[in-house]
Nanobody
Framework: QVQLVESGGGLVQAGGSLRLSCTASGLPFGLYTMGWFRQAPGKEREFVATIMRNGGNTYYAGSVKGRYIISRDNAKNTVYLQMNSLKPEDTAVYYC???????????????????WGQGTQVTVSS
């Protein structure tokens, strides 16, 4: 009964911003590392950002570092992705994922994540 549900995607002009949300249920949210991935048409799924269990440590892909901010609210079982200065190449389906936390690992590959949301479409127009 684990479920991750993303929301907040949409159409935005280049240079604009969007804020994605992912709400989890059926798992002890505070014990899981959370991550965001994206998949563009014709491309493989790629890592975007990850945040540790207590929100104290984050890690970003080089392509989004300085533009995106990942955060979480454990009381709401929710992880967020604030996306700024969006570019057309950011267009993709964005996925939320959960990984078993611990050991200080940086979960920057899809294989590290046990649970996935259905995805939300982000389209950035030129």
């Amino acid at each position: 009964q684990v479920q991750l549900v993303e929301s907040g995607g949409g159409l935005v002009q280049a240079g604009g911003s969007l804020r994605l949300s992912c709400t989890a249920s059926g798992l002890p949210f505070g014990l899981y590392t959370m991550g965001w991935f994206r998949q563009a048409p014709g491309k493989e799924r790629e890592f975007v950002a990850t945040i540790m269990r207590n929100g104290g440590n984050t890690y970003y892909a080089g392509s989004v570092k300085g533009r995106y901010i990942i955060s979480r609210d454990n009381a709401k079982n929710t992880v967020y992705l604030q996306m700024n200065s969006l570019k057309p190449e950011d267009t993709a389906v964005y996925y939320c994922a959960a990984a078993v936390g611990g050991g200080g690992r940086i979960a920057d590959t899809a294989l590290a994540y046990a649970y996935w949301g259905q995805g939300t479409q982000v389209t950035v127009s030129s």
